[in-house]
């Protein structure tokens, strides 16, 4: 056997052994990507729930749904309109507010615009003595010391208007510690007339009344 021939057969030898390790790297690295593939898959479904377990935390979720649902509430019925009365030809009556209360306290208001203070009083007082609207009490109170001012009976309008600075309406409060202290400087009690002149200036500092008690001597 030649030299020649001997390197030859070498030669197919080695790329013969080339080749088959190749394949069997091949070989390997494909089973192996694919076992790391199947492995997730296989992690997944022994460590996740189940189906049936699913389903059943489904269910005890619904049964609670359903038994809160079917628990008494203290809830007052809704009020149907067959709950209404009825009038004689069978329509509902719709109740409505009555006005006639604040027609009296209205027109007391028209009366003391017009001059009318003694049927001003009058309408205010049946506003207090009856009480209706009873939001409108405090207001009657004070519009009754207006009318005893503006026909100068000073003594008579000052309870009114000390009720007010006492029960209100807030709204008025400033207005009848100005009217008190005028109402006293003229009846002659300055020392009572200074005493509501201060104190509207401590609660309204800013107050328009103070310049006009000023130009009438209160101090």
Known sequence: MTMKF?????????????????SCRSR?????TASSKTKPAQTATTTGPSSQQ??????SVLAK????????????????????PKTPWGSNIIPKPDLTAYSTYEAGLGNYTNGEYEKAIGDFSDVVVNG??????????YWMGECYFAMERFAESLPYFEYTVKAG???????????????????????????????????????????????????
Not at 6 to 22: E, H, V, Y
Not at 54 to 59: G, L, N, W
Not at 132 to 141: D, K, L, Q, T, W
Not at 206 to 215: C, H, P
Request: no cysteine; net charge positive.
């Open 6 to 22: 001997k390197s030859t057969l070498l030669a197919l030898f080695i790329i013969a052994s080339a080749l088959a390790l190749g």
């Open 28 to 32: 390997a690295s494909k089973s192996k």
């Open 54 to 59: 699913v389903m059943s935390k489904a269910d």
């Open 65 to 84: 749904v359903n038994a809160l649902s079917q628990e008494p509430r203290d809830m007052p019925p809704p009020v149907m309109a067959d709950d209404y």
């Open 132 to 141: 209706r609207p009873i939001e409108a009490v405090p207001g009657a109170y």
């Open 169 to 219: 309406p807030t709204f008025k409060r400033e207005s009848a510690l100005y009217k008190l202290a005028r109402a006293n400087n003229s009846m002659g009690n300055s020392q009572a007339a200074g005493m509501w002149y201060e104190r509207l200036m401590t609660e309204y500092p800013k107050s328009s009344y103070g310049a006009k008690l000023k130009k009438l001597g209160v101090r």
